[in-house]
């Protein structure tokens, strides 16, 4: 019987997974879950491919000349800056099918265990299965992962954090070695995955602590409990150790390096203002919702809402809310009556659980609201500093706090399924119970709804231009201009999936490859020309439409000097491409020169 339910609820999430995301699946060999706002799922795209290419062509994976050329680039670091698990997974994914299709296998099935495990939590927590598979569609299909799912494949592993919830009121209820060795084990699982969720979750377990101590009365038992999430935390510390310490001797050996945004280890200060929660981050609909998101649009930029299109969708839903301080009312209401009658002793026992779950999710969600405000709030002349003021002194890799807005959501969506089983007590028809819960679905559904237009991007196909680079035979690079000095530009590393040249493109600040490649911005210099034939370079290919998108006179004044660079001979030139549907897609592009490098090749001078 459990297993027919358990199925019946994945065929529901599935199905919703399907709509939610449509027409993602039906095209799950060409398309990828997208966003206007920003290219870093293409760098992922380029990563797969490029793993999967060195694999079948007996290359280290740890090492490029592919991008950065012809200086390389290690990637090991990349173990150390995503879970280990994240990357083995990729790994597996890519020996086995196409690039495209693991990133999608890998969207679609963390929307269905996200919703299916917080499911799992409420239902044990509520008992009462209608609520679970309302906290579970409110959890999994929230703004807040619909935009990680468009820009950042890593933290859409979302699932795991339920079950650790569940894991940890386990073992309060019954204490024993094996729960802690199983609450230990997905916590380390959290982090293998993303580090974001795994720190989110340490904070979460020391607020448990404090709930705990606050909430029992015995002390033995206290004791008990705290012993055993002392267990936790050591055997999650002690899976964890391998994959981080590489991390841990880098910082402390580079503690003295200036921030940046490409240091994993020390992310600017100001950042965490940028990436932190605002007043109406949480109470405005997305900007995508095909109705409401138009009105949200108008506060984008403002303080009020935030600047990112991505990090501030953190809508939690008016549905949702209402249901959830419906079970506060509730709550509030029965704490107190429990405190002054006497009722028969299994009902006790009932409530009391109740009142401990929903205690702890209310306390849960108010620090993770916290947790993701900016490092200060100013009031006149007042400055009140909020946690994240204090983390970034301890663990500056961490920027972008509005993320807690995970925390937040899980915590409300557990409420909102107890304010469910509360609504539905008073309904006796099973009918009538199964109609209302379909009718507050149905409104969360609405309210996270996000398209048309479709949130998928056609990524099968690129400009003309690249499959003309991929018949030329020989060992030789690209330069792809305007030039990415400020920070690599992820569809040039895209592209290269299709022409399979090495590019010079690619570097890091502050590395002495991204020195030179300030020395050739200017392509209109003759000496820019010897620098790239030293480096390798044959083809030149001009993004004449971003040239003149930056409305820079000095752009628009360098694009047309390009051509009178005697050392560049003109090839030709490929026109504009459209998408041949609706929708979103890559071979998108404006026209393209293409230029062949014909100089003596220069060494430049660069200062270590």
């Not at 609520?131 to 935009?147: D, E, K, M, T």
């Not at 040239?547 to 051509?563: A, D, G, M, N, R």
Request: net charge positive; proline share 6%; charged share 20%.
């Amino acid at each position: 019987m459990r297993n027919t339910r358990n199925f019946l609820v994945i065929l529901i999430f599935s199905t919703l997974t399907v709509l939610m995301l449509y027409p993602l699946v039906l095209k799950i060999s060409r398309c990828i879950p997208a966003f206007f706002s920003t290219d870093e799922p293409y760098g992922v795209l380029w990563d797969l491919w490029r793993i999967r290419y060195c694999i079948y062509n007996k290359l280290t994976i740890f090492k490029t000349e592919f991008i950065n050329y012809p200086f390389g680039m290690k990637l090991y670091q990349m173990i150390r800056v995503i879970g280990p698990f994240f990357f083995l997974i990729n790994l597996i994914l890519v020996l086995c099918v196409r690039p495209i299709i693991a990133y999608n296998l890998q969207i679609i099935t963390n929307f269905i265990l996200g919703a299916f495990f917080c499911y799992i939590l409420s239902r044990q927590l509520t008992k009462n299965n209608l609520a679970g598979i309302l906290s579970g569609i409110i959890f999994s299909f929230s703004p807040y992962h619909f935009a990680r799912a468009w820009q950042h494949l890593g933290a859409t592993y979302i699932q795991w954090m339920p079950l650790y919830f569940l894991a940890l009121f386990i073992l309060v209820e019954t204490p024993s070695k094996k729960n802690m060795f199983l609450a230990g084990v997905i916590l380390w699982l959290i982090g293998a995955f993303n580090y974001y969720d795994f720190y989110f979750m340490i904070i979460a377990t020391f607020v448990f602590t404090v709930y705990v101590i606050f909430t029992f009365r015995f002390r033995w038992k206290k004791f008990n409990i705290l012993k055993n999430i002392g267990g936790v935390f050591l055997l999650a510390s002690i899976l964890t150790l391998p994959s981080v310490y590489p991390a841990l001797r880098d910082i402390a050996r580079h503690s003295h390096v200036f921030p940046s945004a490409y240091n994993p280890y020390y992310r600017p200060f100001e950042d965490l203002f940028t990436q932190s929660a605002k007043p109406l981050s949480y109470l405005l609909p997305s900007t995508e919702h095909p109705i409401f998101g138009k009105f949200t649009k108008h506060f984008v930029g403002s303080p009020l809402w935030g600047v990112s299109y991505t990090e501030h969708q953190l809508y939690l839903g008016w549905t949702t809310l209402l249901l959830a301080l419906y079970a506060i009312k509730v709550w509030r209401k029965r704490k107190k009556r429990l405190r002054s009658t006497n009722y028969e002793l299994q009902k006790d026992k009932d409530e009391q659980k109740d009142n401990f779950y929903i205690g702890f999710f209310i306390l849960l969600a108010g620090v993770a609201w916290f947790f993701s405000q900016p490092p200060w709030w100013r009031i006149g002349s007042i400055k009140i500093y909020m946690p994240s003021f204090f983390m970034y002194k301890i663990l500056p890799m961490f920027r972008a706090y509005c993320r807690f807005g995970i925390v937040v959501m899980l915590a409300v969506s557990v409420l909102a399924g107890f304010g469910l089983k509360f609504l539905l007590e008073r309904f006796k028809a099973q009918k009538t119970k199964i109609l209302v819960t379909s009718l507050f679905c149905g409104l969360v559904l609405f309210e996270f709804w996000n398209w048309p237009p479709y949130k998928v991007i056609d990524v099968s196909k690129a400009p003309q231009v690249y499959y003309w680079l991929r018949e030329k035979k020989g060992d030789f690079a690209i330069a792809e201009y305007p030039l990415d000095v400020e920070g690599p530009n992820e569809m040039y590393k895209f592209y290269q999936i299709f022409h399979q040249h090495p590019i010079i493109n690619g570097t890091i600040p502050g590395t002495y490859a991204n020195r030179v490649a300030q020395k050739i911005i200017k392509l209109s210099e003759p000496k820019t020309a010897s620098i790239l034939k030293w480096m390798g370079v044959k083809y030149v290919l001009v993004h004449r439409e971003d040239y003149l998108k930056t409305e820079l006179v000095e752009q628009i004044e360098e694009l047309k000097k390009i051509p009178q660079n005697p050392y560049l001979k003109f090839v030709r030139s490929f026109p504009p491409q459209k998408c041949p549907s609706k929708i979103m897609c890559t071979q998108k592009t404006g026209p393209i020169d293409v230029y062949e490098v014909e100089a003596e090749p220069i060494k430049p001078s660069i200062n270590d």
